[in-house]
């Protein structure tokens, strides 16, 4: 392996490390604030994806119909737990299950995006609702399971997205135009802007998050959620929404996330998954808690996967997960066993 093919792989590599580092962070919220392991993350960035590519060519992504059913079925149960004398939180109910959905509506189906810009807005107006109303119909009903519970319904949450994937889409893969077809040579090496814009966008929401989590009262809010939710509700703040907002989060990211994969490798209807599974190995280097640790872990997956597909390419994806074995090993000599809160 000659310097320049070390300077392609490491490229690739920091590329892919960027988008699972998206993956990990949004992973990594989700659990810290939920205990959630939240499975079908990758279904969303799919699901973003290939909407996107819908829009390219004039059709109406079927997620549009998915994101109303869920809609429907919300207001359902909240108006069954206000029946039960539950208290209701009727303003984000109509924010998630009204808002958003009219919105994405009004814009696919009235005004017909057709740059690539709108487009984006509209794939991510149509994605990132479904993250609260998954959470609503599949979880707040087991918010005080165990995690392994949880883990459960996020398997067989996954297998109905994959399943919802395959029939709204079908088999075929689909690519969408890039946001940048600029080309940079940097020090002999070909650079395309679409790499920079990945590279950037994931730059850009890491900062933006951290802003939101150190500088913003909601920020501080999830975090302390995340630190302790038995100690949050006793200080007035509502775990419920900070489960609504935790998901909203991670289903943009998997939007964007999408958004950005899809000009660079066709996407299938379960493309998703693999690149959760590999978000999630660098969250558990980060402990699914440690944000800047789950980057690092995500940079040292991109960079292992686009080495061992130069060197073993056959076995890049049992490398990549394998790595997974010793870092659980480290972690469980040096970390004591917590029961689940009550």
Not at 73 to 101: M, N, Q
Not at 294 to 317: I, T, Y
Request: hydrophobic share 60%; glycine share 10%; aromatic share 10%.
């Amino acid at each position: 392996m000659d310097s320049q093919i070390a300077l392609l792989l490491g490229q690739d590599g920091i590329v892919n490390g960027a988008v699972y580092g998206l993956m990990a962070l949004s992973l990594v919220l989700v659990f810290s604030v939920t205990r959630v392991i939240f499975i079908p993350q990758g279904e969303l960035v799919a699901f973003g994806a290939l909407s996107m590519a819908a829009l390219n060519t004039g059709k109406v992504p079927a997620t549009l119909w998915l994101l109303l059913a869920l809609s429907g079925l919300a207001w359902i149960v909240e108006a069954w737990r206000y029946r039960r004398g539950v208290a209701v939180d009727w303003k984000s109910t109509a924010v998630w299950a009204l808002l958003f959905p009219a919105l994405a509506c009004l814009s696919i189906l009235v005004l017909h995006p057709a740059s690539l810009a709108l487009q984006a807005v509209t794939v991510l107006l149509l994605i990132m609702p479904l993250g609260p109303l998954i959470y609503r119909l599949a979880y707040r009903p087991l918010a005080d399971a165990t995690v392994l519970i949880l883990l459960i319904v996020s398997v067989a949450l996954h297998g109905v997205l994959v399943g919802l994937g395959l029939l709204f889409f079908g088999a075929e893969g689909s690519r969408t135009p890039a946001f940048s077809e600029a080309r940079f040579d940097i020090g002999g090496m070909q650079v395309n802007g679409q790499s920079l814009v990945v590279v950037g966008v994931a730059f850009l929401l890491v900062l933006l998050m951290f802003l939101f989590f150190e500088r913003s009262i909601v920020g501080k809010a999830l975090r302390a959620t995340a630190m302790n939710r038995v100690g949050a509700r006793l200080m007035g703040i509502p775990t419920d929404l900070s489960g609504d907002l935790s998901f909203a989060l991670a289903a943009l990211i998997g939007a964007v996330s999408g958004l950005l994969i899809a000009p660079l490798t066709t996407v299938y209807y379960d493309t998703g998954f693999l690149i959760g599974l590999k978000g999630f190995v660098a969250a558990i280097v980060g402990g699914l808690a440690s944000y800047p640790m789950a980057l690092v872990g995500a940079l040292l997956v991109g960079q292992l996967e686009s080495f061992s597909s130069f060197w073993a390419s056959a076995f890049k994806e049992v490398l990549v997960f394998a790595l997974i074995i010793p870092v659980l090993w480290w972690r469980s000599l040096n970390s004591r066993h917590v029961e689940d809160e009550e």
